[in-house]
């Protein structure tokens, strides 16, 4: 049974600036649990027992974070300092401390994917290789798949251009593979691997990243590569957007058994010492985190989370919106579809709609339309 699994969790989070200027992404709180913190307690779950975080971008505070949060959660996390320079790379580091076949999982993605199916499937197959797939809307952001009845990969394409696609589909004229790629099976970033792959890595140093160089290397050279296809839910957070849909969507149970810290009570999930003055309103779902503070009049929700520590003062609304840790809304102002970044002031009476605000940033006046967000993150 494979029980050895690596995160990569050393991506920049380039897309998700000005989040990720002072948090590494996988630290980013969904719900108010960091991403990792999701991951890790999936493979702890699906009784993985060794997991290897590949960490780079401001890895110190991720190493600090895990010897923090995960040095007794019963499943050993190891994260060597190997700065890696992609995915494949990370792997190739990590060599020593991998002794059998194992798994690859991001450490930025949610996702409820059982991944003890995924291990056991790649297992039973016998292919050197196995990508766990799932359904997307587009594939332009994504490694496209292409595979032959029998779920074998016979076509990788790493965000495709629609002619690209095209080109393919007249290539593959079966109709079954034709309607394979048509359903937008996309490349999840899991992976499973035969321990043998270290050696090509090994042997092939000009192979740094899986989804641009190895999968088409190994399928080039005639390795058996495997298609699993989950139907799990499963998203990148990427992107401002999908960041708020991971929130929101973890409130709304479509990632169970994942859900937001703290306790439950019809919708509303609160952390310790929170404090709601008489007069506030909470409309599920609702997520408050440790430590936070609700004053009399104030509304939150439907789908609002508040990070550890933050205060939304009296009379103010907080919908559709993520604040995260150390934030404040002021009183009588109103935050819609927007985020405020770590310890971010929202001066009373401000209006913040659809817009992204950055850490320690104090915003007066009214932010409502997308140019404006294009200001804030261009700045």
């Not at 505070?61 to 996390?77: A, C, F, P, Q, Y």
């Not at 992609?86 to 990590?94: G, I, M, Q």
């Not at 332009?140 to 076509?155: C, I, M, P, S, W």
């Amino acid at each position: 049974m494979i029980s050895t699994a690596v995160v990569l969790a050393g991506g920049k989070g380039v897309r998700l600036r000005p989040l990720t200027l002072n948090t590494p992404k996988p630290l980013l709180p969904v719900g108010n649990t960091p991403l990792l913190d999701h991951m890790l307690g999936m493979l702890a779950m699906h009784g993985f027992e060794r997991v290897l975080v590949a960490v780079n971008y401001l890895g110190w505070k991720i190493l600090r974070h895990l010897l923090e949060k995960w040095s007794d959660r019963g499943v050993e996390v190891i994260a060597p300092q190997v700065n890696p320079q992609d995915t494949a790379d990370a792997v190739r580091r990590l060599r020593d401390f991998i002794d059998g076949d194992f798994v690859v999982t991001m450490g930025d993605v949610l996702t409820n994917m059982n991944l003890r199916e995924f291990a056991d499937y790649h297992e039973r197959s016998g292919a050197f290789a196995t990508i766990a797939l799932v359904e997307v809307s587009s594939l332009r952001e994504f490694g496209a798949v292409l595979l032959d009845k029998e779920g074998r990969v016979v076509h990788f394409i790493e965000k495709p251009r629609f002619d690209e696609t095209y080109i393919v589909s007249v290539a593959y004229c079966d109709p079954a593979r034709l309607s394979a790629l048509h359903r937008n099976l996309a490349n999840s970033g899991f992976y499973a691997f035969r321990y043998e792959v270290l050696d090509v890595l090994e042997e092939n140093p000009q192979l740094m990243d899986f989804g641009r160089h190895v999968f088409p290397w190994l399928l080039e050279n005639g390795y058996e590569v495997r298609g699993w296809e989950s139907s799990a839910y499963w998203i990148d957070v990427g992107r401002p957007a999908t960041y708020l849909a991971a929130n929101f969507d973890l409130l709304a149970g479509l990632a169970e058994p994942l859900r937001p810290h703290g306790r439950e009570c019809d919708g509303v999930w609160m952390g310790e010492n929170v404090e709601v003055a008489p007069g506030a309103r909470l409309v599920p779902p609702v997520a408050l985190g440790d430590g936070v503070r609700v004053g009399s009049g104030a509304r939150l929700g439907p789908f609002a989370v508040v990070g550890h520590g933050s205060c939304v003062r009296e009379n103010a609304t907080v919908e559709y919106g993520v604040v995260l840790s150390g934030a404040e809304v002021g009183e009588g102002a109103r935050v819609a579809g927007s985020i405020i970044g770590e310890n971010a002031r929202v001066l009373p009476r401000c209006s913040v709609e659809g817009a992204l605000i950055r850490d320690g940033e104090a915003v007066s006046g009214d932010f409502t339309a997308e140019a404006e967000l294009k200001v804030l993150l261009a700045r």
